[in-house]
């Protein structure tokens, strides 16, 4: 999985890039938490998603934001790391021009960039949000949301309580022409902690519902 390097808006944004060996593959795009708070393509639940992706044969890629490890420039609070997510997407699909649509996949902060992200280019087809921050960013923008996903959340996440999740589901869910499949872990937190292979189980089920990519049976490795 060699290091790449991507023009950004504010200078070289670092990544890592899967290309599928599956012809005109459809791309997904995986996005970090916040930087302020640790958070770099390289956190776990953001390593367990790219490889979801890659495992279903899409081509994939995960990258630091502005201002994380090589990545050029400084954090920007939402607004130019949005820029960099469609600098990466743009980077994709000139690499990819016959890619049929796009998926786009992230965890906390990189979960609302994302869901940013789908509102303006209509070719990605799907999301995938884990531990969306819905007490701390204005997910508002959603309206409508213009694709169908998946939002998983922790019961014991502390730091996002899973009511302000709720209520943005239940928001969603009352706009025509989506599905939002919502699923909760009993015992996850904000991390995921021991849940990711439980946490990935729900994202494979989703995406084989959903037609996201080849069909995938995850194997589970540790007890629920």
Excluded at 65 to 75: D, I
């Amino acid at each position: 999985m060699p290091e790449i390097m991507i023009n950004g808006p504010a200078g070289r944004l670092e990544g890592r890039y899967t290309h599928s060996k599956t012809p005109n593959a459809p791309l997904a795009i995986v996005l970090h938490p916040n930087p302020e708070h640790g958070g770099t393509m390289n956190n776990k639940v953001n390593y367990y998603l790219f490889q979801a992706f890659a495992e279903r044969g899409f081509s994939t890629l995960r990258f630091n934001f502005r201002g994380v490890g090589k990545s050029q420039g400084t954090f920007d609070r939402g607004e130019g790391e949005l820029s960099d997510a469609a600098a990466a997407l743009d980077w994709m699909q000139e690499f990819n021009p016959n890619a049929p649509y796009v998926w786009v996949g992230g965890y906390s902060f990189g979960a609302w960039v994302g869901m940013q992200l789908l509102m303006r280019r209509p070719e990605i087809r799907g999301f995938i949000s884990l531990a969306p921050p819905a007490n701390v960013y204005d997910f508002s923008f959603l309206a409508p949301c213009p694709t169908s996903g998946l939002i998983a959340h922790g019961m014991k996440d502390t730091l996002v309580p899973e009511p302000h999740v709720e209520k943005l589901v239940q928001k969603l869910r009352a706009q025509r022409g989506i599905s939002i499949d919502y699923r909760t872990l009993d015992s996850a937190t904000h991390f995921f902690n021991d849940e990711i292979d439980i946490l990935m189980s729900h994202v494979h089920d989703h995406m084989n519902k959903a037609g996201g990519g080849r069909k995938f049976i995850p194997q589970i490795s540790k007890a629920a």
